[in-house]
């Protein structure tokens, strides 16, 4: 089996004898050479009024025609009036049916009904009308119709599209175990790795064969051979240039006589065709899909003055002062409670601050505000196509509707999917959702809260994509480490002083500074403290003098001329209009851990030839898994929503039990399993020392305070009721729990989300000194690194390892998901005249 990469239907008609070459010709080894093709719009060949067997039949033509040739005959014997006319019949239906016996025109309708039982329809499906069968059973219609000629050479054109998974799955198993010949064209990635065993890629107009690999490979030796091609090409250019630089220096003079001989070496370079490396062609390969380009504005975008906000008459932050300007990319950072998200509210306009003020700029900026639980604005009863179209009406840009089902794609929402509705999809389907509709619209200013809270880690590298192009004011809250470093250019940190110091740069950069900060901050302290200590010894000076003593040296320093106060909380280093004393530097610290388990004996944790699926009516999610994972395991599941990564640890914990094969388990493994549904499930009435002292009542109240305490959890927040903790601060308590009890394996479903920074570092540190295994589900990629974590794909059913690094990975995502947006555009536009606008197929 062989797949076109380009070309697509034209290079098939062609072998099929449709279509004359312009030039050449296709030899075929013998004249007799059968040729059969399944067509993109098989689907208008079929007659749905009639039966099945009747429209399998219809392929028999010549048969039928022989045979209703014999019934004429049969039906003139019956009338013929004497000998010789009956004879003449008899001689010419005997001859017809001889024809008709070496034909196999007799067996047409056990071939028919035979074909269609390999198909996989039932006896009650024989006689139904073809009309009355779903896009994937017409396309069985028509596979085995081209099937029923009986070809030496089989011809599919995008067989997949219009399929759910299943068929996919049956096709794919089906074409395998065929023995003709097959050449196809799909832009289904899978499906050609699992069917083929050779690609002929053309690319400018020229083809080349690759033999003995699947797509995947094909996709390796390509870039092996571009790199080669690209190496030569540069070699040979840079080597004519050369020439030519020499040639033009020494034209004249003594060394003329070699310049003409290096002039004439060159021209015969250039006009030989088989020495002169042509140039690789480019790369087209790319997002596509065009966003709106919203209006230009002016460069003041907002501006806060004064601004304080907090809630109970607690303040979270105070003094803001904030000039917005257009281009800006700034992240919000703080501890989890700091008001991160209440001051983005304020600067979208959602919220009103307490004192202070927030004034828009330019009358063109266009704000954006996407919150953490945005999908609770959506119209639920509109499915995921509609809503998208709705989002699009508004832009100044048209978009067709291919150009809306390859933007969906990237948010995973691929085939049948689109034409869901929101309210059966997770709240993660529906954040997606989301953030695809605000795309839509030509905003010149974003506020994202959390976007990559709900996004599996393919979404969030395409985001992360995105967000780098775009060429507007961003300012984001987020927890993930590498997502900042790629997308913000400005931290602003809310201090636990309350104040909001900015830093020039991303989020490495501004943990280094805030270092260097709080070192300085530490020293100016300790040299307060000296001077204090010093003037107190002298016995006549009170505490309360030497402190205004101090207060008064400290305010005689100040250099007339000094800094504007913008530029020093631009340098994260402002100091007090009035003189204060020093405070001593507080650090924000979180440390967990998880305590040092029991070793147990092998095997902790085996997966023998396991199979899953949730109903016999329904396909495997997995198949004949082979794995182990013991106390040094440190692994992260990857691959697309959908894929099977939840069920895989539903699997792993004995939540669900394997259909196929066995899960063994060491008797005296403890699991510790942690995920968002979890956190819900707390119970909202107690408070979370209540709650833990419950489950471990060996512990005291002191020490679950303690622990509460170390892993971030304010104090004030140890006794209240669970349902007034943010879910930042709900998760710890979870993670409090995990610790306690005393795990040999951790099962880690999404664990950074709703957490701070700080936390997540901590949560890194906890995991690099657990002695126990650990398997998790992450889309941070700073949680991935920082743990030394091996990548587990789940993809085609199985669940393989990763033998590269994360970058590596992270490169293949994106190529990927441009591939993807490719692949949906050509789905799409094919499936173009059976979708209408609306979303509604006809």
């Known amino acids: 089996e062989k797949a076109l990469t380009d070309g697509k239907s034209t290079q098939l008609k062609i072998l099929a004898g449709e279509l004359e070459p312009t030039s050449g010709e296709v030899a075929t080894s013998s004249a007799s050479l059968k040729v059969a093709f399944l067509r993109q719009e098989f689907g208008e060949s079929l007659d749905g009024e009639k ?31 004497d000998d010789s006319a009956r004879m003449a019949v008899l001689d010419e239906l005997g001859a017809a049916q001889e024809t008709a016996r070496k034909s196999g025109a007799y067996q047409v309708e056990g071939r028919v009904e035979k074909v269609a039982i390999e198909m996989g329809f039932g006896d009650a499906d024989l006689s139904a009308k073809v ?48 023995t003709v010949a097959m050449a196809l064209v799909s832009h289904d990635r899978e499906f050609l790795d699992k069917v083929c065993n050779r690609i002929v890629d053309t690319e400018g107009g020229v083809t080349t064969a690759y033999d003995d690999v699947n797509y ?210 997770s709240g993660g389907e529906k954040a997606r959702v989301a953030l695809c509709a605000m795309m839509l619209q030509p905003y010149n200013c974003l506020m994202l ?49 309350r104040k909001l110091d900015a830093y020039r740069g991303n989020y490495d950069t501004f943990k280094t500074l805030e270092e260097q900060k709080r070192a300085q901050q530490q020293k100016e302290w300790e040299k307060q403290q000296k001077q204090l200590r010093a003037l107190k010894s002298k016995g006549s000076t009170s505490k309360a003098k030497a402190e205004e003593l101090v207060k008064k040296q400290a305010q005689n320093k100040r250099e007339p001329g000094a800094r504007s106060k913008k530029q020093a909380v631009a340098s994260g280093q402002e100091s007090s209009e009035v003189a204060q004393l020093i405070e001593r530097p507080r650090e924000y ?33 997995f198949t004949e898994m082979n794995f ?26 004995g939540k669900l039990n394997p259909t196929d094969g066995e899960i063994k388990r060491n008797p005296r493994l403890r699991i510790g399993v942690y995920n ?47 349902r007034d903790l943010s879910g930042g601060q709900k998760a710890r308590v979870v993670l409090c729990e995990l610790s306690l009890m005393n795990p040999h394996m951790l099962l880690l479903d999404e664990p950074t989300n709703n957490l701070d920074i700080e936390t997540i ?34 993809e085609n059913r199985q669940v393989t390892e990763w033998g590269e690094p994360f970058e590596a990975y992270r490169d293949h995502l994106l190529t990927s998901l441009e591939e993807a947006m490719a692949k949906e555009d050509q789905r799409v536009t094919a499936a173009g005249l059976s979708v209408d606008m609306g979303g509604n197929r006809n």
């Open 449 to 497: 809260d959390e976007p990559t809270n709900h996004l599996d880690l393919n979404a969030v590298i395409w985001l992360d994509d995105y967000l780098q192009k775009y060429k507007h004011t961003l300012m984001v809250v987020s927890h993930d480490q590498d997502f900042l470093n790629s997308v913000c250019v400005e931290i602003l940190h809310i201090s636990e002083e």
């Open 628 to 653: 182990g994972i013991d106390q040094e395991t440190r692994v992260c599941v990857v691959g697309n929503n959908g894929s099977g990564k939840s069920t895989l640890l539903n699997l792993l914990t």
């Open 131 to 178: 009309g009355s069968f779903s896009g994937g059973w017409k396309m069985r219609i028509g596979l085995a119709k081209v099937l029923l000629e009986q070809p030496d050479v089989l011809l599919l054109d995008e067989p997949t599209n219009h399929l759910d998974l299943e068929s996919v799955e049956w096709l794919e198993g089906f074409l395998r175990e065929q």
């Open 676 to 722: 968002q549904h979890f956190v819900e499930r707390l119970p909202m009435d107690e408070s979370p020392v209540d709650y833990l002292r419950r489950l471990f009542q060996e512990e005291t109240y002191q020490s679950i305070r303690n622990m509460l305490g170390r892993y971030g959890l304010s104090g004030h927040a140890h006794t209240i009721a669970m």
């Open 216 to 425: 995947s490979v094909f996709l390796k030796r390509k870039a092996q051979r571009r790199a080669a091609w690209e190496a030569a090409y540069k070699k040979q250019q840079a080597k004519i240039a050369d020439d030519k630089a020499f040639i033009n220096r020494f034209r004249t003079g003594s060394r003329a006589q070699q310049a003409k001989s290096r002039e004439r070496q060159l021209e015969r370079l250039l006009n030989d065709p088989d020495e002169l490396v042509p140039r690789p062609p480019t790369d087209k390969r790319g997002l596509r899909f065009r966003f709106p380009e919203p209006p230009r504005c002016g460069l003041e975008v907002l501006s806060a003055r004064g601004v304080r906000h907090g809630y109970g008459g607690r303040t979270l932050f105070e003094d803001v002062d904030l000039d917005l300007r257009s281009g800006d990319r700034i992240a919000i950072l703080g501890p989890n409670g700091a008001g991160k998200s209440t001051l983005l509210r304020l600067l979208a306009g959602i919220e009103a601050p307490d004192a202070g003020e927030i004034r828009p700029g330019s009358a063109n900026v266009r704000t954006a505000y996407f919150a953490q639980n945005q999908a609770d604005a959506l119209d639920l009863s509109k499915t995921v196509i509609k809503t998208i179209e709705d989002a699009s009406a508004d832009s100044p840009t048209e978009y067709s509707y291919e150009e809306l089902r390859a933007l969906l794609g990237q948010f995973k929402f691929r085939g049948d999917d689109v034409f869901k509705k929101l309210e059966s999809l």
């Open 761 to 794: 570092d901590a949560l890194c540190d906890a995991i690099n000194g657990y002695n126990g295994g650990v398997v998790c589900v992450t889309h941070d990629a700073r949680l991935i690194e920082a743990t030394n974590m091996r990548l587990w794909v789940v």
């Open 51 to 81: 039966a099945l067997t009747e429209e399998l039949a219809s392929v028999f033509v010549e048969e039928a025609s022989l045979l209703e040739r014999i019934a004429r005959l049969e039906d003139e014997l019956s009338r013929a009036e």
């Open 589 to 621: 610290l979180v440390k967990m851990e998880f305590p040092t388990c029991a070793t147990l004996s092998p095997p902790v944790l085996q997966v023998c030839d396991a199979g899953f699926r949730y109903s016999p009516a329904l396909p495997y999610i």
